[in-house]
């Protein structure tokens, strides 16, 4: 059982940013990988990021020039740091791991407002 907890959403204006963090119950370090995932309202879940136990990253296009995933293996934390942020970003951002089964996190809001 792994259980993921979120924190660091909230309201933020156009262009601002916001770092998102995520606590596993668990060692990440025993983990394949880790990482976000958003759901805006009316859509479908979609990927943000995701970090490897080797530390490599990967991320769809939108994502790579304003989102930066990292971890600290000894906190069992990732963070997502978002940058330059849009409206279109406001949605719920979920922590997401794959141990066997997957494991989601409550998730955290975070509304950009124009």
């Known amino acids: 059982q792994v259980q993921l907890v979120e924190s660091g959403g909230g309201l933020v204006q156009f262009g601002g940013s916001l770092r998102l963090s995520c606590t596993a119950s668990v060692s990440i370090r025993s983990l394949n990988a880790i990482g976000w995932y958003r759901q805006a309202p009316g859509k479908q879940r979609e990927l943000v990021a995701f970090?490897?136990?080797?530390?490599?990253?990967v991320s769809p296009n939108w994502a790579k020039a304003r989102f930066t995933i990292s971890r600290d293996n000894a906190k069992n934390t990732v963070y997502l740091q978002m940058n330059s942020l849009k409206v279109e970003d406001t949605a719920v951002y979920y922590c997401h791991t794959n141990d066997y089964v997957d494991y989601w996190g409550q998730g955290t809001q975070v509304t950009v407002s124009s």
């Open positions: 970090i490897t136990r080797e530390g490599n990253t």
